[in-house]
C-alpha cells in the first residue's frame, strides 16, 4: 500500500540557519505530493504541493520538488526562522483517490 | 469563509461514556473527511462522504463509531463506550469535488479518555 517516510525528529536550528527535511514514498501511479504544517494547538495548514514530476511546490521560503526517480519530496528552506517552529508532515494522495497517506510528522524547533 | 470549524476543542470523558464531535465544513465543499492522530504519528484515514452519503470507512473505524452528515452539511462522529486507547486528536477536513484544491482542516478536538 502506499506510504510516506519521513526523517526522524525532532530538529533543533538556531534562527537563519538553512532546513532540510526528507521525504521519500511509495505509491502506484502518479501521486500528488504535499507537505502541511502544524503549529502548537492547531490543526494542519496546508504548506505546499506538487502534482507531477519535477514540479516544485514553494510558498513561505520553503521549497520541495517532486522527485520521481528518487521517490522523494524534500522540504526546504534557506533562512528558519524562530516562527517556523512546528511539526511538518509530508503527504501523498494517490492518483484518482481522495485519502491522504501521511508521514509520522518532524518537529522542527528554531532557537533564537 | 470561516474555514472548518470543530466543537469541542477539548473533551474528557470517563471510559465507557459516549461522546459525540461535530465538524462544520466550508460551506461550498461537497467532500468531508475523519481523521485521527495519536501522539506522535500523522493524521490517519477514518471516513469519507461526499454530500450526505458516507463513501467509505477505515477498518480504524469500529462498530463504536459512527459518523454522519445530515443534508450533506454539518457532520457529527460519535464514540460509543469510549476506551483509553480512543485518546486522539480528531481531525475534520473538507475539499471541493472539482480541481485539486487539497484539504482545508480544522483545528481537531482533542479527546482524552480516563
Known amino acids: 500500500g502506499d506510504s510516506v517516510t519521513q526523517m526522524e525528529g525532532p530538529v533543533t536550528l538556531s534562527e537563519e540557519a538553512f532546513l532540510t527535511i526528507n521525504c521519500t514514498y511509495t505509491?502506484?501511479?502518479?501521486?500528488?505530493l504535499f507537505w502541511y504544517v502544524q503549529y502548537p494547538g492547531e490543526g494542519l495548514q496546508l504548506l505546499l504541493k506538487?502534482?507531477?514530476?519535477?514540479d516544485k511546490g514553494s510558498n513561505k521560503g520553503f521549497e520541495a520538488t517532486y522527485r520521481k526517480e528518487t521517490t522523494s519530496f524534500h522540504l526546504e528552506k534557506g533562512s528558519v526562522q524562530v516562527s517556523d517552529s512546528a511539526v511538518y508532515f509530508c503527504?501523498?494522495?494517490?492518483?484518482?483517490?481522495?485519502?491522504?497517506?501521511f508521514g509520522k510528522g518532524t518537529l522542527l524547533t528554531v532557537n533564537p | 469563509d470561516t474555514g472548518v470549524s470543530q466543537n469541542p476543542r477539548h473533551k474528557i470523558t470517563k471510559r465507557g461514556q459516549n461522546v459525540t464531535f461535530r465538524c462544520d465544513p466550508i460551506?461550498?465543499?461537497?467532500?468531508l473527511y475523519w481523521y485521527r492522530q495519536t501522539l506522535g504519528q500523522g493524521p490517519e484515514f477514518l471516513t469519507y462522504?461526499?454530500?450526505?452519503?458516507?463513501?467509505?470507512k477505515s477498518r480504524l473505524l469500529s462498530d463504536r463509531f459512527s459518523a454522519e452528515r445530515p443534508k450533506g452539511s454539518f457532520s457529527t462522529l460519535e464514540i460509543q463506550r469510549t476506551e483509553q486507547g480512543d485518546s486522539a486528536m480528531y481531525l475534520c477536513?473538507?475539499?471541493?469535488?472539482?480541481?485539486?484544491?487539497?484539504?482545508?482542516f480544522g483545528s481537531g478536538t482533542r479527546l482524552t479518555v480516563v
Open positions: 505509491a502506484t501511479g502518479y501521486p500528488s
Open positions: 506538487a502534482t507531477k514530476a519535477d
Open positions: 462522504f461526499q454530500n450526505e452519503a458516507q463513501l467509505e
Open positions: 503527504a501523498l494522495r494517490a492518483s484518482g483517490n481522495y485519502k491522504l497517506t
Open positions: 460551506s461550498e465543499h461537497n467532500r
Open positions: 477536513a473538507s475539499s471541493a469535488i472539482q480541481g485539486d484544491y487539497g484539504y482545508t
